[in-house]
């Protein structure tokens, strides 16, 4: 989810930062029915007119290195561009402004793109899947297959389209992520400075249990019609009114807000959560509520959300479990077969069950170059240190003991769990929350100045 400010459309048309359901709003635009689909590109046609002087969307408007962008991109753009800004409630720029910021974006956008094929960016595909199922869920759905079956039916290959969309969204965010990076330096001291100034009062470790429900649109937003936004904010109303009430039953108030409203209304009580874990796009409304209030609707492009925050809980110390691990790895690459890279982790598994030590193992054979030379030791390990597999066997092993061979994304392993203890982060934690809020302070910038370098390193020629 989303909130747009038509001054930052450049960077809503680049990419979905959130890469959100808000993905399915400009794919779903697309696929709509011909004559729906004609009629959008013709109200753009009629707003843009110095687009579309030859009453066509066809042919090149811009060369880009080696590639072009179409007419029919930039109109298909412009018109997302006004449905995410009309849903946010946001002014629409003039026509020749809008146009000119759309097709700046998508310029940006296709320079990124090409980086990222230069450079053999791959996003992982069990997050863009992880993604769609989020899609799906979003849109009432309760599976990927059926998230296709839906797209597909409006239009063949829509799907397909998503999909793509995601992998590119992905992709330019990964590069951004990388370039960034470079570009913004933050020391101890900067650190240090900022946590004594009066904004790091904003990093405690309260926790909010937040209640969150959203109205669905009955159809793709840019298709609503007026009584159709009407009825969705009079339920958002009718909800935000009987949550407001002490020690309410979230699922009667639901369910009583439901009425005749033809989709499923979405959400509930969300338990406790840091702030640093809301969703960026929420954690401004939800930590300036009090506790037992309730926030006006929020019209995004994919629904209207009503939160209410039900409890707060303060903390001054931030104390977690962590495990002193260490792991043999045996990569699976094209040097050696799933099949064999098997043979050999199991092979060491029965050495040490035969009494070999775990430590020597690692060092001759794991595949690990950062552990391999201490024996394997990846010293003291936090719940989301390590990826899903290795934590879930991880948190299951007996102290003193090893695992059973396993696989993840990077090949077989066995680990051992040399300690287990309660750790007092707090202060690693402040500082941790203090260097990201200086660089989300210091990247907008950083991004900007690179986006200018990538440009003006370009062969760009707009056609009139």
């Known amino acids: 989810m989303r909130f747009f400010s038509l001054h930052q459309t450049n960077r809503a048309v680049l990419v979905s930062m959130s890469i959100s359901a808000g993905v399915l709003l400009s794919i779903s635009s697309q696929a709509a029915p011909a004559d729906t689909q004609t009629n959008a590109v013709a109200t753009s046609q009629d707003d843009n007119a110095r687009l579309t002087s030859a009453s066509s969307t066809d042919g090149i408007i811009a060369l880009v290195n080696d590639n072009a962008i179409l007419k029919s991109d930039l109109v298909n753009a412009i018109a997302q561009t006004q449905a995410r800004a009309k849903a946010a409630g946001e002014p629409i720029a003039n026509s020749a402004q809008l146009q000119s910021e759309v097709l700046n974006a998508l310029i940006l956008r296709e320079l990124q793109l090409s980086l990222v094929n230069r450079v053999g960016l791959k996003p992982d595909e069990a997050a863009i899947n992880q993604r769609l199922a989020q899609i799906a869920q979003s849109e009432g759905l309760t599976s990927i297959g059926a998230l296709q079956q839906r797209l597909d039916a409006n239009q063949a290959g829509s799907y397909a389209a998503l999909r793509a969309k995601l992998i590119e969204d992905a992709a330019i965010q990964a590069l951004q992520q990388r370039q960034i990076t470079n570009r913004v330096r933050i020391s101890e001291q900067d650190i240090d400075a900022f946590l004594s100034s009066p904004e790091a009062k904003r990093l405690n470790q309260s926790e909010y249990q937040t209640i969150h429900v959203r109205v669905p649109y ?71 509520l009090e506790v037992g209030a309730v926030s006006t609707p929020l019209v995004t492009p994919e629904g209207i959300d009503i939160i209410k925050l039900a409890d707060k809980k303060s903390s001054d110390t931030m104390i977690i479990p962590q495990w002193h691990t260490r792991h043999i790895l045996v990569k699976v690459d094209d040097l050696q077969t799933d099949v064999l890279a098997e043979q050999k982790i199991n092979d060491l598994y029965n ?88 660089y989300q302070r210091l990247a907008p910038q950083a991004q900007e100045d690179w986006l200018q370098e990538l440009r003006a390193g370009a062969y760009i020629q707009v056609l009139n």
Do not use: C
Request: no cysteine.
């Open 218 to 288: 009955i159809d793709d937003y840019s298709r609503l019609s007026e009584a159709q936004r009407s009825k969705a904010l009079k339920v958002a109303q009718d909800l935000r009114t009987r949550l407001q009430a002490p020690n309410v039953d979230v699922e009667a108030a639901v369910a009583e807000a439901q009425g005749s409203y033809p989709i499923p209304l979405q959400g509930g009580d969300m338990g406790y959560h840091k702030a640093a874990a809301l969703p960026t796009e929420l954690s401004s409304e939800i930590t300036k």
């Open 351 to 438: 050495q040490l069950r035969q009494g070999a030590s775990f430590a020597d193992l690692a060092s001759t054979y794991s595949d690990d170059p950062g552990s391999a030379g201490r024996g394997g030791d990846l010293d003291w390990v936090s719940e989301e240190d390590m990826v899903g597999p290795f934590e879930a066997v991880m948190k299951n092993t007996t102290v003193g003991d090893y695992s059973a061979p396993f696989k993840t994304q990077f090949g077989w392993h066995i680990l051992k769990v040399e300690d287990k203890r309660q750790q007092d982060v707090s202060n690693q934690y402040r500082r941790n929350m203090a260097r990201q809020a200086l």
